[in-house]
């Protein structure tokens, strides 16, 4: 069966923090197909007028089942069960793009999985970015027809050139000869924190320093990540968020991005890294397995601070890959090509 798409709707919308929704829709905007990008699930009245999109393509769904605090769960979750029903009934075209299989924070397992096993039932195609994902859909779900792996695209000129390396490292306190260490981005406890700071404590190398910038989830992180830098004037923090402007220049005045994720995540954060030439320390798991052979990519064992800090030493000790190499890696992985591919799943099959 083919459905012609000439307008989708792209929802929640996450562009103001991330890009990829922005990348994505220029690029499939490029191909004829018009983007909307929404933060709500569209109300029938809306698809039934003339000329609205007859395509929902889902992102961040979690947010949309699990229920806040004070809600029926049960509820929460047949109130989205009944929405996806209702728009498949009418004819609408559901793509849903797995950024995240279960939910980071663990809050619900329990509801999370069934969330995920009604919106991925109810997709006509389901799109994730490596075949690790797809095997982690299949386990909980069980779908494996209609589940399309697609690359995550690459971040090169998604944020703007800023100052030089030498004039962020001078802000920092950094000399040109020191390898710098960077931890960019919301902090949170699944991303490994803690370990990260564990194990840069326990290296014991001169020359060294780590980078913190993010915004901490709670004070109880933001105070555990204040006390480490207190007894180790090695480690810099810089909480609070991130803006677009200062994003490329700390990736490019550092030396090593760390990801010392406790669990299986997406790999836009090492691509974003990669995409401006910094190599990343990841861990090695099933989500990075087609990374791992590229410049760039160092590896360690996941949960184990030992093997994080052995890392560190590799890294700091080699020779650095030519950023060049590093970005024409992942530069393979386009928008436009992606495209291609999404543009595939609003069309092809039932």
Partial sequence: MTIPARSAWHLPDYSSANPYQRLLAEALERRGLRVHLRDSFPAPEEWRAPGAPRLLHLHWVHPFFLAPPGASRPRWLAGWAKRLAQARAEGLRLVWTVHQVEDHEGRDPAFDRFGVRVTAWAAHRCIVHNQASAEALRRITGRWRGVVVIPHGHYGGAYPAGRTRAEVRAEWGVTDREFVVLFIG?????????????????????????????????????????????????????????????????????????????????????????????????????????????????????????????????????????????????????????????????????
Wanted: proline share 7%; charged share 25%.
């Fill in 186 to 350: 919301s902090i949170r406890p699944y991303k490994g924190i803690e370990r990260l700071l564990s194990s840069f404590r326990e290296w014991r190398r001169s020359g060294v320093r780590l980078v913190i910038a993010g915004r901490p989830q709670d004070e109880a992180l933001r105070r555990s990540i204040e006390v480490a830098a207190s007894s180790d004037s090695r480690i810099l923090f810089r909480p609070g968020f991130v803006p677009d402007g200062r994003l490329r220049e700390y990736l490019e005045a550092s030396d090593l991005v760390a990801l010392p994720f406790d669990e299986q995540v997406s790999s836009g954060s090492a691509i974003l890294a990669l995409s401006f030439g910094c190599p990343v320390m990841i861990p090695d798991l099933p989500t990075f397995r087609e990374m791992r052979d590229w410049p760039g990519v160092n590896l360690f064992t996941p949960g184990s601070a030992d093997s994080l800090r052995d890392g560190l030493e590799r890294s700091a000790s080699q020779v650095r890959a030519p950023a060049e190499s590093i970005v024409a890696a992942v530069g393979r992985w386009d928008w436009d090509g992606i495209a291609s591919a999404t543009a595939r799943c609003y069309t092809e099959g039932g």
